[in-house]
Structure formats: C-alpha cells, structure tokens
C-alpha cells in the first residue's frame, strides 16, 4: 500500500489554498490603506482568524508531508507558520510568500486541458472545496452588506458579532430569530444566502455521501480491471492455442 505521503496533492486543493491567500491578501490591503468602519474591520478579522486557521492546518500537513522537514522549515516553512498568526499584522504579508509556492506547485500544470482533467479526477473532493471557499466568503460580504443597510432605530443587528452569528445562522438555513433584517435591502440579502445556504450544504452532502462511497467504487474499479486482465490473458492463451493447432 502507497504511502499517503507520496500522493500528490490536487490540483483543486492547490487552487483552494491560492484563491485563500488572495483573499487574505487583498483584505490585508483594503484594511491598511482604507480606514474602515471598527464593525466591518471587526468580520474581516474574524473571517482573518478563519483564514490563519485554515492556513496553520496547511502548514502542519506540508510539514508532515515533506521529506527533508528541516529543508520546509529553513526554505518556505518558516514563512508559511508566521504568515499563520493572525496578531502579527507584518507577518501576515509573508502570505505572499504562499502565493509564490503555490504557482511553483502548479506550473507543472500550464495545459488547460491537464489542469482540467486533474480537476475533474477528484471532484467530490474539489466541489466541497469550492462550497466550503464560496460559504465562507458569503459570510464574510453578507454581514459587512448587512451592517451597511441595517442602520435604522429599530434594527436589531446593531455590530460585528451580530453581523456574522446572523450570517452563519441564515446560511445553515436555521434561522435562529433572535436577529433579522428590519430593511428592504436586508431581507434581499437574506434571501439571497438562504438560497445559497441550501445548495451549499446539499453539496456539503453529495461531498460527504460520495468520500464515504469512494473507497467502494475503488475497489469495483480495482476488481473490473483485474477482469479485464484475466480476459486479455485468455484471448491471447486461446490465440496461441489456435495457431498451434
């Protein structure tokens, strides 16, 4: 049996880490030269910590992945560990240190057609990727939008921590209640991740349901191309047969 380690990495899971970083990246910018409302500074710090996260948890699978440790470490490891502490606003520029190893990884891959034939090789893996990127990214712009519209008296989502525990709660389609739009503006933007609350998480679902059957369809794959042998063996066998007669 293959170690997991030497499998490579996929092309989706590459994209979905360069497509984090450019995110980080830009927020990183738009908070350094815009001066922001302290409530919508306040969901891209959180959505921030998210990211670090995400970011740490590559770091440790890139340094358990890695043959020579001390070489990651010495060359872009240390870059990826401090650009992964979201309290060190100077380290978080070494993000751009990600982008540039994430290109290195990929430019063996500079054929569409490759790339996409890569892709769609893993694409249950891929589509809870993108679904998992596009739900966090709803959540983040959805409450900075509803912070910006719910302004009156009578509104009920009145800071940042409102903001993102409404998003959260519309986007799982739970709606817990206790906050809501009061504006015409609002509910739109409501509506809008209520529907796209309820694709995502059936795609969170298909995701789920085709990893636990993958193994399943690996073996059947497996058996069908033992078959396949079995029968070119017996094809060439009863040849030599009949040329013998």
């Known amino acids: 049996m293959n170690d997991v380690r030497t499998v490579p990495i996929s092309p989706g899971y590459q994209f979905f880490m360069l497509v984090l970083c450019v995110y980080a990246l830009g927020a990183l910018a738009i908070q350094t030269a815009v001066k922001l409302d302290r ?30 440790r001390t070489r990651y470490l010495l060359t872009w490891g240390w870059l990826d560990l401090l650009s992964s502490i979201p309290t060190l606003d100077a380290a978080r520029w070494g993000r751009i240190a990600r982008v540039v190893r994430v290109f290195r990884v990929l430019r063996g891959l500079r054929a569409t057609r490759l790339l996409t034939a890569a892709v769609l090789r893993h694409r249950a893996q891929n589509t809870f990727l993108a679904a998992s990127l596009v739900a966090l990214l709803l959540i983040v712009f959805c409450s900075i939008a509803i912070l910006h519209f719910e302004t009156p008296p009578d509104s009920n989502i009145k800071n940042a921590e409102d903001a993102v525990w409404w998003a959260f709660a519309t986007i ?58 079995e029968v070119a063996a017996l094809r060439q066998l009863l040849e030599d047969r009949r040329r013998e007669s």
């Open 172 to 229: 799982t389609t739970v709606g817990y209640g206790d906050r809501y739009p009061v504006t015409s503006e609002g509910r739109l933007i409501a509506v809008i991740l209520m529907c796209a609350g309820v694709g995502l998480f059936g795609t969170f679902a298909g995701s789920l349901a085709a990893w636990f059957l993958a193994p399943e369809q690996t073996t059947t794959d497996a058996a069908s191309a033992a078959l396949r042998e």
């Open 39 to 68: 409530d919508i500074a306040l969901v891209i710090d959180y959505a921030d910590y998210v990211v670090c996260g995400l970011f740490f948890a590559d770091f440790l699978f890139s340094l358990w992945r890695e043959p020579s």
